[in-house]
């Protein structure tokens, strides 16, 4: 009972990039015929390469080139063959070489860097381990991380960099587990940040059960002796530290590698090791070029090519200093992040720097925040001055035109990413953009607007007319638990002539983070919170309410303002979301058609489903035989029949406007039933008082089921009633008598009947539970939400519950 279909992690990547490649800036294909690291041919155009990572250029070097194909005309293509049975010389030449570079310390080369964190992770770490992320580790450690899971493996996140929260963390679990994971990367692939190895340095001093385990796939190559990496540099290995690289990125060409001091690590890992011994093993080609690659690390060569690279580095840094960008990455890092904001800016800031003839990256939702997506570029030996000064000039040229063009703020942007913005550098001139003659009306209560404006508008939306704000006003202020105390936030946008173009309501609230996250996940946060109310909970501006269905908005799509008035109603979010202190907002529910929804995703929202709404709008029906005619099918004529009709009789159903304080409690402790064992949809239960409030409103009503002969209260049902339609909102059950009475079933066909009676054109069914719903021809309504974060860091971590 109560199932939704849950949002789901890739359905939100797939919108956000899907969105991304209808805009030309992400999945493009290229057109050159021949490649040398400097350009990408593109619709016909050569594109300035400021996105690969091969940080030292060594996918072009002659030596690779020439390694690759003697190897394949010795080896063929490839051996298709587990190492388990044998491991060609030529494997074994090349893990010889990589050991040289590491030091003497044992390496194993795998076909990627994902699967020796897979064959890594699932051979070292042990049931009595904890696991801890770092919240930006790359997504191919914490995949396998998560699947440790099914062998009673922990596992658990830090904020990104939080080294206060990660010792905490340590702390509090330390005498639990018998070795403590820190796992993390040891250059972050999307902000290029780097770790802090001297604190990193005395946790494992102070902590003798702390192991660190750090992805350096983009340190390889253009950091340390040999060209070892930047956290080997820093840290080195040994039997509590285990380093994987990679052969791609500055190394060159493909492949991963896992660095061991550990002879038992290495040897286990080695004897088996997962797709280690189940897969193919790096092809003669792939080999050939790593090899060649090994003896330029080996040589004097990597410093000169280190040493270039880091020429253009500084030379880089210096240029976005002057131009006043804002750049948020290490200085000592290849990698770049210029931050535009809203990911409509971005998607604009990059089609114009793709335009000027340089590719370039864009950095979206959910790697970053909504509000904090930027423009993300690489450099390497590749790469020239004169390179770096276009693309700085241009960068500082486009970047606050995009900006305006999109609405919104050069020095909010500027400020958001902790900078402040020089407008005689750039020899841009800001201009307002709002010429509209709108007037905006912002309420802190249904009170103070006109009934007769509002009812105009949403009388039939729920139970969200005029009486049905006042109810909900009451039933949500005055409480002393946080979470039962609502602010409510009104906005009215009108023409010159005082004509309604838009209008909604938004309600300020502590949400749960796990609201629609899966069942298993919510079970898992409920526990922490019996002794932390308020864990993974965020403070929440959202279009509606927790107790409403129905559309929220108003917008008159004729009007010539109503793409202005949407511009006001975002920047009154913005405003409410400040003043009230939100970390997150959700705008819902939308149909796939609404206006709305294009505009959403420009501003930054990511768009997600909803659970659907039900809603039946049958033809009047005088009986039961009419009401089985209306169906389509016959399985549900014939469940109706079965689990129904057939035990009506048992029951007696009542129908009150008004409750005493007695039945508002019993009415309440029904409800908890269901609120208590529906973590599919987890919210915090209403306020006690809430039954006994809507029993003071003329549009309530409230439904009483009974067995005959019996005064026990065993169900109820709380329905808003509309001039046209029904709302049944709440319900109330004792589970007791759901299987053997089919009670659940018996209270949908008396919410159907209800309406029916009632001559209402439209029965809102609620949410969840649609198949129950569609046996009585109810139509599922596909809903959308939009949502936006300042912090992913909640969001991060109810995904890596979710294994």
């Keep these: 009972m109560a199932k939704i279909n849950h949002n789901n992690y890739l359905d939100v990547v797939d919108n956000v990039w899907t969105s991304a490649k209808e805009k030309g800036i992400m999945h493009i294909n290229s057109e050159e015929q021949t490649f040398n690291g400097t350009k990408f041919r593109i619709k016909g155009r050569d594109l300035i390469n400021f996105g690969t990572c091969g940080y030292l250029g060594l996918e072009m070097h002659p030596d690779l080139v020439a390694g690759s194909i003697e190897l394949t005309k010795k080896f063929g293509t490839q ?315 241009v960068l500082a040229y486009h970047l606050p035109k995009a900006i305006e063009e999109e609405g919104d703020s050069v020095e909010r942007v500027y400020k958001e990413f902790g900078f402040h913005f020089q407008q005689d550098n750039n020899d841009f001139k800001l201009e307002s953009k709002n010429n509209s003659n709108l007037i905006v009306e912002e309420y802190a209560t249904i009170h103070a607007i006109n009934a007769a404006d509002w009812d105009l508008m949403f009388k039939d939306r729920g139970n969200i007319s005029h009486s049905g704000m006042q109810c909900m006003e009451e039933i949500f202020s005055n409480n002393e638990k946080p979470e039962e105390n609502w602010s409510f936030h009104y906005i009215i946008v009108r023409d010159s002539k005082g004509k309604i173009v838009l209008a909604t309501f938004f309600t300020g609230a502590i949400y749960k983070d796990d609201m629609l996250a899966q069942e298993n996940v919510s079970k898992q946060i409920e526990e922490v919170r019996k002794t932390d109310p308020y864990y993974l909970c965020s403070k929440t501006l959202a279009m509606g309410s927790l107790f409403c269905e129905g559309d929220f908005v108003y917008l008159d799509v004729e009007h010539t303002e109503w793409r202005n008035a949407t511009n006001r109603l975002f920047e009154f979010v913005a405003k409410v979301k400040k003043e009230i202190d939100a970390t997150a907002v959700v705008l819902r529910d939308f149909e796939a058609e609404h206006p709305l929804n294009s505009l959403l995703k420009d501003e930054g929202y990511v768009q997600m489903k909803m659970p659907n709404s039900n809603i039946v709008s049958h033809p009047k029906w005088n009986s039961k035989e009419e009401l089985l005619a209306l169906l389509d099918s016959k399985n549900n004529v014939r469940n109706i029949n079965r689990y129904v009709f057939r035990y009506e009789h048992l029951f007696n159903v009542t129908i009150k406007k008004t409750l005493t304080n007695l039945e508002a409690e019993k009415h309440y402790q029904l409800f908890l039933n269901v609120k208590k064992v529906n973590l599919a949809f987890n919210f915090f239960s209403f306020p006690v008082k809430i039954a006994k409030i809507i029993s003071k409103y003329s549009d309530w009503e409230f439904m009483e089921f009974r067995l005959k002969d019996s005064e026990e209260l065993i169900a109820c049902v709380w329905s808003f009633l509309g001039k046209d339609h029904i709302c049944h909102l709440i319900l109330g059950l004792n589970y007791d008598y759901n299987e053997s009475h089919h009670l659940y079933k018996q209270i949908m066909y008396r919410m159907v009947k209800r309406g029916n009676d009632l001559e209402k054109s439209k029965i809102y069914l609620g949410l969840t539970a649609d198949y129950e719903k569609q046996k009585y021809g109810a139509k599922s309504v596909a809903l959308l939400g939009y949502i936006k974060v300042d912090d992913m860091y909640n969001l991060d971590l109810l995904s890596s519950l979710s294994g």
């Design 79 to 393: 051996l298709s063959m587990s190492r388990a049975y044998i491991r060609p010389s030529y494997i074994q030449e090349l893990e010889e070489l990589m050991s040289q570079i590491f030091d003497g310390n044992k390496v194993i080369c795998y076909t990627s860097t994902s699967n020796a964190h897979i064959s890594v992770i699932a051979t070292i770490i042990k049931p009595d381990d904890l696991i801890i992320l770092d919240q930006q580790v790359h997504f191919s450690v914490q995949f396998p991380s998560k699947n440790t899971k099914l062998q009673g493996t922990e596992v658990k996140m830090v904020r990104h960099s939080n080294y206060e929260m990660l010792e905490e963390m340590i702390r509090e679990n330390y005498n639990k587990y018998k070795r403590i994971w820190y796992m993390a990367d040891g250059v972050y692939s999307m902000h290029g940040d780097l770790p802090d190895t001297i604190i990193l340095k005395r946790l494992l001093g102070k902590y003798p059960k702390l192991h660190l385990y750090f992805d350096d796939a983009h340190g390889m190559g253009w950091a340390g002796k040999n060209g070892a990496g930047y956290i080997y540099d820093r840290l080195g290995v040994n039997e509590r530290i285990v380093i994987i690289s990679t052969l791609a990125k500055g190394f060159g060409c493909v492949g991963g590698t896992a660095i061991f001091a550990d002879p038992e690590m290495y040897r286990r890992t080695d004897i088996f090791g997962g797709p280690l011994s189940y897969s193919h093993p790096l092809s003669p080609a792939n080999v050939g070029a790593a090899i060649a690659s090994a003896k330029i690390h080996l040589s004097d060569d990597i410093y000169t090519y280190q040493s270039e690279l880091k020429e253009l580095m500084d030379y880089m840094n210096l240029r976005l200093k002057e131009k006043n960008l804002t750049n948020i990455s290490s200085p000592d890092s290849p990698i770049y992040f210029i931050g535009s904001g809203l990911n409509k800016v971005t998607r604009n800031f990059v089609h114009r720097i793709l335009q000027e003839g340089i590719y370039v990256n864009t950095a979206t939702f959910p790697v970053v925040p909504n509000d904090k997506s930027g423009l993300r570029f690489t450099l390497t030996r590749h790469n020239t001055k004169a390179d770096i000064d276009l693309l700085t000039d």
